[in-house]
């Protein structure tokens, strides 16, 4: 067994395999907790925490006095639009009700890149971010979000918005462009600013429904698996494996806008659709906005290492558009651990205050 993981998701993810391979169709009912303890040999605790992840993830569902049983659907075609499994609203923390970023952290960090880079901050930084930033946002990917990619597919941007914008002019004006309805209204806004023609997708309670996803003409679909704003929507488990059948036709592309996801309140990492994603046509999308503050207007991008090219030579010109002393602070927060202390931090109080809900 890999020791570096806890037992719990260790089992999770053994039970979530023989969920995908279809060894446990919709609609079975699992092993009880206390059978899986003895077959597996672990604790009752152990068990629960597994079982839990399934149901947050969009796995299985439980139901009182019953048990748990599969929601996930794996069938190659779409899931009927009145057949998809309903995930669950998660808890979620409300706009502007968590503390900020320390401050006293923040600026310790600005004076050591001062005391440490001196005159290197005034230099200018290579057009895809500079290399210190993207390093450590590839190792922070890498530990949380499943992602490992070298710091070469990552670009840095002033803010989603803009990065927005620099999918547009890679892909292409041609193309027909869905996003969820209702969605963040800046999405809509930059892509009509860019003058491309959009499908809204109406959204169901897990996600784009079916149909309307099925029926849509458009070759690159934004979505935000995590948490849709304002609806609060999150993409379940199959779900975000249906986008995942739609792009497999040739040419179509997803950007997976991962706004918000650091502070989710499961056990482990929300699952990305872009580390699921076999035929390297998912582009991920974060920023800094939340986690650290709404006036660092600082985003980053990651490429698949197939659209590296056509990056290069259709949007590779263009400068970044984020200082280098800013870059050089958000990279000493990731690499000193103190970005992630915060991110754990308000996490923890959030599943206290659900818990004391």
């Not at 060894?23 to 303890?37: E, K, V, Y």
């Not at 794996?74 to 499994?85: K, L, N, R």
């Not at 500079?130 to 990552?154: F, H, K, M």
């Not at 979505?223 to 704003?229: A, D, F, Q």
Request: aromatic share 10%; with cysteine; proline share 6%.
């Amino acid at each position: 067994m890999n020791m570096q993981k806890p037992a719990y998701l260790q089992l999770y993810e053994t039970l979530r395999q023989k969920i995908i391979a279809g060894d446990w169709p919709a609609g079975t009912r699992l092993p009880s907790r206390r059978q899986t303890a003895h077959d597996r040999q672990v604790s009752a605790v152990t068990v629960d925490h597994s079982y839990e992840l399934l149901c947050q993830e969009g796995y299985t569902e439980a139901r009182p006095r019953s048990g748990y049983y599969v929601i996930y659907r794996s069938g190659d075609g779409f899931a009927h639009p009145e057949a998809a499994p309903v995930r669950q609203p998660q808890s979620h923390a409300p706009v502007g009700d968590r503390q900020s970023f320390p401050f006293g952290v923040l600026a310790r960090a600005m004076r050591r890149v001062l005391t440490e880079y001196g005159e290197a901050i005034l230099e200018k930084t290579p057009n895809m971010g500079c290399e210190y930033l993207r390093g450590a946002v590839s190792r922070y990917l890498a530990r949380n979000r499943g992602i490992r990619v070298p710091a070469e597919q990552i670009v840095i941007g002033s803010g989603a918005e803009y990065l927005y914008g620099l999918v547009v002019e890679m892909l292409g004006r041609e193309r027909r462009y869905a996003i969820e309805s209702p969605s963040y209204a800046k999405i809509e806004q930059v892509y009509r600013a860019k003058g491309v023609a959009c499908d809204l997708l109406p959204l169901g309670q897990d996600g784009i429904r079916s149909g309307a996803l099925a029926g849509t003409e458009a070759t690159v679909l934004h979505i935000t698996p995590y948490r849709s704003y304002p609806s609060g929507v999150t993409a379940s488990a199959s779900k975000r494996r249906e986008y995942l059948r739609w792009a497999e036709a040739a040419g179509r592309y997803i950007v997976e806008d991962d706004f918000e996801s650091e502070f989710s309140l499961l056990r482990k990492p929300e699952e990305t659709v872009f580390s699921q994603a076999e035929r390297q046509n998912v582009i991920y999308l974060n920023s800094f906005s939340r986690t650290v503050s709404p006036a660092v207007r600082v985003g980053y991008m990651v490429l698949p290492a197939r659209l590296m090219p056509l990056f290069a030579d259709r949007v590779g010109f263009y400068s970044c558009t984020v200082p280098t002393f800013e870059q050089y602070v958000l990279a000493t927060l990731m690499d000193s651990g103190d970005f992630e202390r915060h991110i754990n931090r308000i996490r923890r109080e959030e599943r206290r205050r659900g818990q004391g809900a």
